[in-house]
């Protein structure tokens, strides 16, 4: 393939690349503003003219499903990605300056628990759960979502916290500040755009899970807001205005927070890829 092929052709690739990740996109946009009869005959004709009676079907449903799982999926991935950005943070410092050999061994067995699907554990994440009588509940699905995303995070912060100079911490130390004030008033404010990333990351994850919410939560606390758009499917649910309203309203919070955190987004993944 000569140059000149290869510059005809890679646009064609973008756009067909592009089209296709924008197609789910255009069937939502679509749907949303459309009664469910004029969806199942054209789903993906345009809503002319538009409605916004599958909106407020779903705001204003006798059981607040959208409601009662935006609460718990605001409360869950909060805290979630709170806890998950300052443990991080603290681990991936303490392994970045670490030079020893078991901080690298630390570090690789932590990457490997990533590689587990999460659908493979949640048998013995039930029973552990269980038998410290936090199955269904808030705090039990928080402490899972710590524990099998903080290798992430932990490989973020590492890489971010090995492009800081080291001499700002050691002239901190000549001043008498403590390890763990260093951290916190010189290292922790650098490591912004890193903490961008694992929000973001951490955040859509979280936001978007459905089996651990579904299995860890149950019906006892209500339900979250990829579970109740499981959940407003029912056997002989016909209403699909009601469902893409129902998907539409539930992307809105998570793209609202990733354009806000998304200025460092780039900086933070790319910061660690030129130092080892």
């Not at 004029?38 to 538009?50: E, N």
């Not at 590492?158 to 951290?183: C, H, S, Y």
């Not at 912004?192 to 579904?214: E, K, Q, Y």
């Not at 009601?242 to 354009?259: C, D, E, K």
């Amino acid at each position: 393939m000569t140059r000149h092929t290869g510059s005809r052709l890679r646009p064609l690739v973008a756009t067909f690349v592009s089209a296709v990740f924008f197609l789910p996109l255009y069937l939502v946009l679509t749907n949303v503003f459309k009664p469910g009869h004029k969806i199942i005959d054209a789903p993906a004709a345009l809503p002319l003219p538009p409605t916004l009676d599958s909106i407020r079907q779903v705001l204003t449903r006798p059981d607040h499903l959208f409601w009662y799982g935006l609460i718990n999926s605001i409360e869950v991935t909060a805290i979630s990605i709170t806890i998950l950005t300052v443990l991080s943070a603290m681990c991936g410092h303490y392994l970045a300056r670490s030079e020893g050999l078991g901080a690298k061994v630390m570090l690789v067995v932590m990457l490997a628990g990533l590689m587990i699907p999460p659908a493979v554990i949640i048998a013995p994440i039930t029973e552990v759960l269980r038998s410290v009588g936090l199955m269904t509940s808030v705090a039990g699905l928080v402490l899972v979502n710590v524990g099998y995303y903080v290798p992430f995070g932990v490989f973020v912060f590492a890489g971010f916290v090995k492009t800081i100079p080291i001499e700002i911490e050691q002239a901190a130390a000549i001043d008498g500040a403590r390890r763990l004030r260093i951290f916190w008033q010189v290292v922790f404010p650098l490591l912004r755009p890193a903490s961008a990333s694992v929000l973001i990351f951490l955040g859509v994850w979280i936001w978007n899970d459905f089996l651990n919410p579904l299995i860890i939560l149950g019906p006892a606390e209500g339900t979250t807001v990829t579970v109740g758009i499981y959940r407003a499917i029912g056997e002989h649910q016909q209403d699909y205005g009601a469902v893409f309203a129902l998907m539409f309203l539930a992307t809105l919070p998570i793209l609202v927070f990733y354009l806000a955190f998304q200025k460092h987004f780039v900086k933070g993944l790319t910061a660690g890829a030129s130092k080892g």
